[in-house]
């Protein structure tokens, strides 16, 4: 059974990066897909990224160009680099593992608790 922790969040300026990382416990790490959601105040859950074992990615369009998702399968570590930031990139992020390569939320099985990412303007 697997266990996610993410970490790295924060308070950033308008244009700023931020990387954030999610450490994973538990075996088969590279058999999952993992991806990173998020969610903003009052709003529901939205998918960001994701990243198959070998390394196949897929981005939400409104961070295309901006967010790099990245996997190190021998250290069971997620990371996403997010660049350009604004103010509506503001949410709680969280890392979640699937079976499926997939943006639908429901069919990841496993998350971690989220890190609060803020965006100043």
């Known amino acids: 059974q697997a266990q996610l922790v993410e970490s790295g969040g924060g308070l950033v300026q308008a244009g700023g990066s931020l990387r954030l990382s999610c450490a994973a416990s538990g075996r088969d790490f590279s058999n999952y897909v993992m991806g990173w959601f998020r969610q903003p105040p009052g709003k529901e859950r939205d998918f960001v990224a994701a990243?198959?074992?070998?390394?196949?990615?897929r981005y939400a369009d409104s961070v295309k160009g901006r967010f790099t998702i990245y996997r190190d399968n021998d250290k069971r570590t997620l990371s996403l680099q997010m660049s350009s930031l604004k103010p509506e990139d503001t949410a709680v992020y969280y890392c979640a593992a699937s079976l499926y390569f997939t943006t639908v939320g429901s069919q990841y099985g496993y998350w971690g608790q989220g890190t609060q990412v803020t965006v100043s303007s």
């Open positions: 990243i198959t074992g070998g390394g196949m990615t």
